[in-house]
């Protein structure tokens, strides 16, 4: 069982759907995060979890919708997406918010396409 | 928000080459990580440096930061097409977040 566990891999979804990805972690961790990558461009965090609190949104527009429920879930909540939000949505987990040792284990990603 | 670039952007070398990838920013970092990202798959950690001027070894790869703490450095001995990938460095910026690089993509050619 890997460390953290995306679902689903792969989505197409239209620009009038709400649909959610999840996240969960098998690793203990306090700290969640989600990740958009997409092409040619660096990784981008949208969201910071800590202990199932909201520690950062980094200017992400509406449209997409954390939640945390608990320590070891994190879903991103999709509705009226543009084709532009087409890209890999990472999330990642660490041990805990930590200057030093901010090591970030991550998951396979959802691998979404905007229709 | 500090910034990470890496160089080259990509690179493609035959199996048994010996290649050196960067990763440079004009801020310091408390630390700095290096992942390797396959197609399909999330960025897998490679290395945390701490210490300016550290070097980490990892069978053929070695890692250095910097003395500044600003910039570092990937070298691979003898490289395999195995190593083929997408390699990040990520510095920690602050408590909460981890700034990345926008990637090498490394292509080992048999």
């Known amino acids: 069982e890997t460390g953290v566990t995306q679902t689903p891999r792969h989505l197409v979804m239209g620009m009038t759907n709400k649909k959610s990805l999840k996240c969960e972690q098998h690793?203990?961790?306090?700290?969640m995060y989600w990740y958009k990558q997409s092409a040619k461009k660096p990784l981008e965090l949208m969201f910071v979890y800590s202990l199932e609190e909201r520690v950062e949104n980094n200017s992400v527009p509406s449209r997409f919708s954390p939640e945390c429920p608990n320590s070891s879930h994190l879903f991103l909540h999709l509705h009226t997406l543009q084709p532009e939000d087409s890209a890999l949505y990472l999330c990642a987990s660490s041990r805990n918010l930590d200057r030093v040792n901010t090591e970030a284990f991550f998951g396979q990603g959802t691998r979404l396409t905007v229709v | 928000t500090q910034l990470l670039e890496q160089s080259p952007q990509f690179l493609s070398i035959q199996e048994g080459e010996n290649l050196t990838v960067y990763c440079n920013s004009s801020?310091?970092?408390?630390?700095l990580q290096w992942y390797r990202q396959e197609p399909g798959e999330g960025p897998v950690l490679l290395v945390t440096?701490?210490?300016?001027?550290e070097v980490k070894k990892l069978k053929r790869l070695t890692f250095q930061f910097g003395d500044a703490r600003k910039d570092s450095s990937l070298h691979i001995t003898a490289a395999q097409p195995g190593d083929t990938g997408l390699y990040l460095c990520?510095?920690?910026?602050?408590?909460?977040?981890?700034?990345f690089g926008q990637g090498t993509r490394l292509t080992i050619n048999p």
């Open positions: 990520a510095g920690a910026e602050g408590a909460q977040k981890l700034v």
């Open positions: 801020s310091v970092f408390s630390s």
């Open positions: 690793l203990g961790h306090n700290a």
């Open positions: 440096v701490v210490t300016g001027g």
